[in-house]
């Protein structure tokens, strides 16, 4: 059993967690739930000795801790895993898992890797470079390997975000099978409320820094929204769509993009000022790609992209970003931003043009328009998920013609993600025009003029708004092609 007591922490002025105390029992999932910046990641990093607590204990395996160190943690048996995988890219799955293990030839962490493997029912190529993967394997492997450091106690940050239905069922049956057969104790970070519903013994609710409520079944789920949010949480977000111009923002005209992997195209489309584009398919079925070789991040062999009536037969990301091309990925913290800068470094990078007067201009870009209230010397590495995404949108110039964006909700609750498509609309409406993933299809479905759906690697449609179903969508996306969509 583990028990926090009175555990606090504060940053300046900010109440991360005030006076919490909990108990955890083994064999148990608990949910942890709350809004952005409620003080749930402060929490878990202290369970896992990533961070010292001001004042309060941990008591574990009879133990009791002023605060815990991450080789402490360890070894009484608390695994974290990041929301941003951990890992290493640039190492074949073999080599991340033996990370922090003890000394093994490559044999035995492949024997070991297979063994956990099966026993767990996933697979995993031991020489596939980590880079190839896809977050959601990433995750679970980093799961095995906290598994086989023997964490008894596993803390998951966001664990079904860009994963499969099916990933998303496996992963669950398996933190069940951990939890009941093995007296795991599970803790799931989450936003989604359906999932701390279907899954959790218990939810914790913190709420700016305190510990709300402790609900148990059966669960009242509008009880459980008004002790996240209170009354925030009866604004519904406004499905308004603005008007799309006539004239073409992007064209591709046979063009192919080659990823490391595969190759994607020939395709042919043109989106027009102040459409927003839904991309939908499961993990791994091309829309990455996509959204990386519109950027130029990935390479396009052959065809044309026209930008702007630009006509590119060649693409590169600094050429296509100097064009006003702006791309913003899924796993924020080792694409998009410098973990150990602070705000204010980034500002400066962004916008070196503002260099003599940084103070006004992040007043008025960070914290009045975007309400990116951490103070400016805070690293990257320390703002919460929806300040990590405030901070990435105010680094795009007003004027960028064409944003892409890879699930840019990913993380956030409830009140961010609607401050963040108002801004997405907003921006729209004055002319940008947007292209986004997400791989929860209701977001795709409100917020799309129309859709773009990816099946094994291929686009496979072009579905307008009114046509856009979640049964259509899903159905297009394990490769069935219903009469009613416009197939591109
Ligand atoms: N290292 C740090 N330095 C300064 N402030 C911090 C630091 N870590 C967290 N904070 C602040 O403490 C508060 C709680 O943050 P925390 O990350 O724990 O929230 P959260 O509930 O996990 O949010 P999210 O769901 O967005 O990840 C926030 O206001 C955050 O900006």
């Given at each position: 059993?583990?028990?926090?007591?009175?555990?606090?922490?504060?940053?300046?002025?900010?109440?991360?967690?005030?006076?919490?105390?909990?108990?955890?029992?083994?064999?148990?999932?608990?949910?942890?739930?709350?809004?952005?910046?409620?003080?749930?990641?402060?929490?878990?990093?202290?369970?896992?000795?990533?961070?010292?607590?001001?004042?309060?204990?941990?008591?574990?395996?009879?133990?009791?801790?002023?605060?815990?160190?991450?080789?402490?943690?360890?070894?009484?048996?608390?695994?974290m895993l990041y929301q941003d995988p951990l890992d290493f890219p640039?190492?074949?799955?073999?080599?991340n898992f033996r990370l922090s293990g003890p000394p093994r030839t490559?044999?035995?962490?492949?024997?070991?890797?297979?063994?956990?493997?099966?026993?767990?029912?996933?697979?995993?190529?031991?020489?596939?470079?980590?880079?190839?993967?896809?977050?959601?394997?990433?995750?679970?492997?980093?799961?095995?390997?906290?598994?086989?450091?023997?964490?008894?106690?596993?803390?998951?940050?966001?664990?079904?975000?860009?994963?499969?239905?099916?990933?998303?069922?496996?992963?669950?049956?398996?933190?069940?099978?951990?939890?009941?057969?093995?007296?795991?104790?599970?803790?799931?970070?989450?936003?989604?409320?359906?999932?701390?519903?279907?899954?959790?013994?218990?939810?914790?609710?913190?709420?700016?820094?305190?510990?709300?409520?402790?609900?148990?079944?059966?669960?009242?789920?509008?009880?459980?929204?008004?002790?996240?949010?209170?009354?925030?949480?009866?604004?519904?977000?406004?499905?308004?769509?603005?008007?799309?111009?006539?004239?073409?923002?992007?064209?591709?005209?046979?063009?192919?993009?080659?990823?490391?992997?595969?190759?994607?195209?020939?395709?042919?489309?043109?989106?027009?000022?102040?459409?927003?584009?839904?991309?939908?398919?499961?993990?791994?079925?091309?829309?990455?790609?996509?959204?990386?070789?519109?950027?130029?991040?990935?390479?396009?062999?052959?065809?044309?992209?026209?930008?702007?009536?630009?006509?590119?037969?060649?693409?590169?990301?600094?050429?296509?970003?100097?064009?006003?091309?702006?791309?913003?990925?899924?796993?924020?913290?080792?694409?998009?931003?410098?973990?150990?800068?602070?705000?204010?470094?980034?500002?400066l990078l962004a916008f070196p043009e503002h260099a003599t007067r940084?103070?006004?201009?992040?007043?008025?870009?960070?914290?009045?328009?975007?309400?990116?209230?951490?103070?400016?010397?805070?690293?990257?590495?320390?703002?919460?998920?929806?300040?990590?995404?405030?901070?990435?949108?105010?680094?795009?110039?007003?004027?960028?013609?064409?944003?892409?964006?890879?699930?840019?909700?990913?993380?956030?609750?409830?009140?961010?993600?609607?401050?963040?498509?108002?801004?997405?609309?907003?921006?729209?409406?004055?002319?940008?025009?947007?292209?986004?993933?997400?791989?929860?299809?209701?977001?795709?479905?409100?917020?799309?003029?129309?859709?773009?759906?990816?099946?094994?690697?291929?686009?496979?449609?072009?579905?307008?708004?009114?046509?856009?179903?979640?049964?259509?969508?899903?159905?297009?996306?394990?490769?069935?092609?219903?009469?009613?969509?416009?197939?591109?």
């Amino acid at each position: 059993m583990i028990v926090l007591q009175d555990i606090s922490k504060h940053y300046g002025r900010v109440r991360a967690n005030d006076s919490i105390s909990l108990t955890l029992e083994p064999g148990r999932i608990y949910a942890l739930v709350g809004e952005n910046g409620a003080g749930k990641s402060t929490l878990m990093r202290i369970l896992a000795g990533h961070t010292v607590p001001d004042s309060g204990t941990i008591s574990m395996r009879g133990e009791v801790h002023p605060g815990l160190t991450p080789a402490t943690a360890a070894r009484l048996g608390v695994g974290m895993l990041y929301q941003d995988p951990l890992d290493f890219p640039a190492l074949p799955v073999w080599e991340n898992f033996r990370l922090s293990g003890p000394p093994r030839t490559r044999t035995q962490v492949v024997d070991r890797l297979g063994e956990l493997s099966n026993h767990l029912g996933v697979c995993f190529l031991p020489e596939e470079p980590v880079t190839s993967m896809t977050v959601g394997e990433r995750q679970l492997l980093e799961l095995l390997r906290l598994l086989d450091l023997g964490a008894t106690t596993l803390i998951l940050d966001e664990p079904t975000t860009g994963i499969t239905p099916e990933q998303k069922r496996g992963l669950f049956d398996l933190l069940a099978r951990l939890a009941r057969q093995q007296g795991h104790t599970v803790i799931l970070v989450t936003h989604k409320l359906s999932e701390a519903l279907e899954m959790a013994d218990a939810i914790f609710v913190m709420r700016q820094g305190r510990l709300e409520a402790r609900l148990t079944p059966p669960y009242d789920s509008t009880e459980l929204v008004q002790r996240m949010f209170g009354d925030a949480a009866t604004q519904s977000v406004d499905s308004a769509l603005p008007e799309t111009g006539q004239s073409s923002r992007v064209k591709l005209e046979e063009a192919i993009f080659a990823g490391p992997k595969y190759h994607l195209g020939p395709l042919n489309l043109s989106a027009a000022p102040g459409e927003i584009i839904g991309l939908a398919g499961l993990d791994g079925s091309g829309q990455e790609l996509f959204l990386r070789g519109l950027c130029g991040l990935d390479r396009m062999p052959s065809g044309r992209l026209v930008l702007n009536e630009a006509g590119h037969t060649r693409t590169n990301f600094k050429t296509l970003r100097h064009e006003g091309v702006h791309f913003v990925p899924a796993d924020r913290m080792s694409q998009a931003l410098f973990p150990d800068l602070s705000i204010r470094d980034h500002i400066l990078l962004a916008f070196p043009e503002h260099a003599t007067r940084l103070e006004e201009f992040h007043q008025s870009q960070c914290v009045e328009r975007f309400d990116l209230r951490a103070h400016p010397d805070t690293p990257a590495k320390d703002l919460s998920g929806g300040n990590q995404q405030r901070l990435l949108l105010s680094l795009i110039p007003d004027d960028a013609p064409l944003l892409l964006m890879e699930h840019p909700t990913r993380g956030l609750d409830a009140g961010s993600a609607r401050q963040v498509w108002e801004h997405l609309r907003g921006r729209c409406a004055s002319g940008a025009t947007l292209f986004f993933f997400s791989p929860d299809l209701d977001e795709v479905i409100e917020h799309s003029h129309r859709v773009l759906v990816f099946f094994d690697r291929a686009l496979v449609a072009d579905v307008p708004r009114l046509n856009a179903s979640v049964e259509i969508l899903g159905a297009l996306m394990a490769g069935k092609k219903p009469e009613s969509a416009h197939v591109a």
